[in-house]
């Protein structure tokens, strides 16, 4: 398989020269880097959770704390397993494995680097590409979502089936939203192929050339991870643990590790379709300049890899010691009448102007950021221009104090807000006497 050269000059991946035991080589890579990179966020939240929350997080196991996601591990293959006795026990045993599985498999198509030398051999820091890769990798996402789905029914209990079924309805709202914004990824780079993809981004990063397309995924990311303010699926204060409330032992382990492997292929995601893969900026570019070398040769852009992958990482956790969940009406209106339309638009958008260019001839790239930035704007806008923004805290309170507050919005049981105050019990109405009733005493 030769390499295919894109019209700026970037070269796809070259797979011609792999070997069975290099391919073999580089799974066992794959699966020893998600477990590792998994033990490693485990204590990089915890640590980064309590710096913002100014307290401590793990500090005694191994220095700074690193050892401590190891007997954490140990403790969930130790533990006791059960098995619930109502539960449909095939189903129960690899909804699990069908998370895990899926979760591990991403990454064959992720490029990590370009073409390198292992072992003599020219071959680059990818296991696999395809032409329709980025299809595979939506297709095995949504696949991974059928572990939570057929976890949650299998247990017969409750709150489980609350949670498989939240979970299935958040992944048709918010994976329709992200396929629908990357269609201008694959338009602008001509290809659904990973290492296609970051070839196309050797002069410009997509995170500029479609910057709405970005926004939109990036709110995604959360929703398809289930993570805050989108952790519905299982969300503690009302359904206890959702799907995987039944669980236990290493079978609630594959939830646990598919979790955090999932946030991981998101992050690597992002960086590949959005922030260049493991292709250097500019300032890194020149600074190797000095010396006449090149940042995008040889194992160095791994590193450039991780550490964009890092960073998604760390907003991960950002978000999470930030952001309050949120109430599930309002998590389905946004994906609904907010991302969904959005993604369509800029998609109408970019197909537009290619249109255009077909007709008359037209510098697409150029007019693309422009009109990139101009619906990114429009969207904050719309997203944060409401009224409520405009007012200040004690302008809002005092509103709503003269509003009448029952419990209830659109049919779902909220708490009061400031300025809001829940109407008397039916049995403190009943205690309280009427004018009439006291008259009569």
Known sequence: MNPVIFANGGVAADFSQDTWWIWVIKAVAIILFLIFSVIFALWFERRLLARMQNRLGPNTVGPLGLGQSFPDA??????????????????????????????????????LGPNVSMFGINTPVQLADSPVAML???AVAALGEYGMVLGGWAAKSTFPLYGSVRAATQMISYELAQGLSLVTVF???????????????AGLWNIILVLP????????????????PFDLPEAEGEIVAGPHLEYS??????????????????????????????????????IFGLWGGDPNQGWFPVLVFIAKTWVFMGIFVWVRGTLLRFR??????????????????WMVVVMAVIAVDIAVGINVRNVIVILSIGYALIMLIWAFGEDDVQKSDEEIIAERERQEFDGFENGYPVPPLPG??????????????????????
Not at 255 to 273: F, H, K, Q, R, V
Request: charge should be neutral; aromatic fraction near 14%.
């Open 213 to 228: 397309a970005f926004m939109i995924f990036f709110v995604t990311m959360f929703g398809g991870t289930n993570r805050l």
């Open 187 to 201: 338009v602008m780079a001509g290809t659904m192929s990973t290492s296609g993809i970051v070839a196309s981004q």
């Open 136 to 138: 595979f990798v939506l």
């Open 420 to 441: 809001q105050h829940l109407p008397p019990s039916p049995r403190e109405r009943a205690e309280v006497p009427t004018l009439e009733e006291a008259d009569n005493v």
């Open 249 to 286: 032992s290493m079978k609630f382990a594959w939830y646990y590790l598919s979790e955090y492997i999932n946030m991981l292929n998101m992050s690597m995601l992002a960086t590949t379709l959005f922030l260049g893969g493991w292709r250097s900026g500019p300032i890194l570019t020149w």
């Open 328 to 345: 599930y009406d309002q998590f389905m209106h946004l994906g609904w009448k907010g991302l969904i339309p959005a993604a369509l638009g």
């Open 74 to 111: 140990l403790k969930l293959m130790l533990k006791e397993d059960f098995w619930l006795a109502g539960a449909d026990k095939v189903i129960y045993a690899i909804a699990p494995v069908i998370s895990a599985l899926c979760a591990f498999t991403v990454m064959a198509v992720i490029p």
